[in-house]
């Protein structure tokens, strides 16, 4: 049975003693594939050497809100440049989110709209990450008038109605280690009202770990946690549900194969 990790920073310095073992351990449980999102501008390089190096990763290239409040906008030059030259098969993670009281709405919006112009420019689909901004991030979609933008709304946190505007606009909606945790009654319903098609699931490595599991670090080979509990909340098999999240990372790439 092959896995999708459709949300990871392998290239984060958490990895950097044992980044060789971390990703043969998630092709050993199966996990033959992994979007490893940019966020750093200093490390988009890394990402590209590191999608060289591990097959299976697919890099992807994006400047994180978090760092907008400080990130020079000379970097947004520096990534046209680089999607020019390279690979990058997704841009992301962008997006909004309120909970980075230093970096100003305005600033965010700027690096996001500058971010999603790449992404129609390069014909590449989008990794959104998104806190309380969800209507916001809609709009400003919407002002791009493209129908299917194609892309992942990353550790979804919106209502289900959010999730319904997301899907149609051609976005998976995609679940994390939080779906692992039996008090998280408000996206368990998500998961389990959303059409199968249209899902996908991912760790953030190294971050949020699966909630029994005895580690503070996450890694791509705990990706299975989150089918088996999508699995669980949606009460259908294990096997279809991990086949058909499976297929529905896959066909974001669809004509893009190396
Ligand atoms: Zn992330």
Not at 109 to 129: D, G, I, T, Y
Request: overall charge negative; proline content about 5%; hydrophobic content about 40%.
């Amino acid at each position: 049975m092959n896995f999708f990790d459709t949300h990871i920073h392998l290239d984060a310095t958490e990895f950097d003693s044992d980044r060789d073992a971390v990703w043969q351990r998630a092709k050993d449980a199966g996990v033959v594939k992994a979007i490893n999102v940019g966020v750093f501008p200093e490390r988009w390089e890394k990402i590209l050497s590191m999608a060289t190096l591990y097959v299976g990763i697919i890099p992807g290239i994006g400047i994180h809100p978090m760092i907008t409040g400080t990130v020079e906008t000379l970097n947004l030059d520096k990534m046209q440049q680089l999607l020019q030259k390279h690979r990058f098969r997704i841009i992301g993670e962008i997006g909004l989110d309120s909970f980075y009281v230093d970096c100003p709405t305005d600033r965010q919006e700027k690096f996001f709209r500058a971010q999603l112009e790449m992404s129609v420019q390069f014909n590449l689909p989008v990794a959104l990450h998104i806190r309380k901004q969800h209507q916001r991030v809609l709009k400003i979609l919407d002002e791009f008038g493209r129908k299917e933008w194609g892309g992942i709304a990353h550790g979804f946190s919106g209502s289900l109605e959010e999730a319904y505007a997301f899907i149609k606009r051609g976005f998976l909606v995609s679940f994390a280690g939080p779906l692992t945790n039996p008090n998280s009654r408000k996206l368990q319903r998500i998961a389990t009202e959303l059409p199968l098609d249209r899902l996908v699931v991912e760790t953030d490595s190294p971050d949020l770990p699966p909630r029994h599991l005895p580690t503070t670090r996450n890694e791509p080979a705990f990706v299975i946690e989150v089918v088996k509990a999508l699995a669980e909340v949606r009460q259908e098999p294990f096997n279809l549900v991990a086949e058909q999240i499976f297929r529905n990372a896959c066909n974001l790439f669809k004509g893009d194969e190396s």
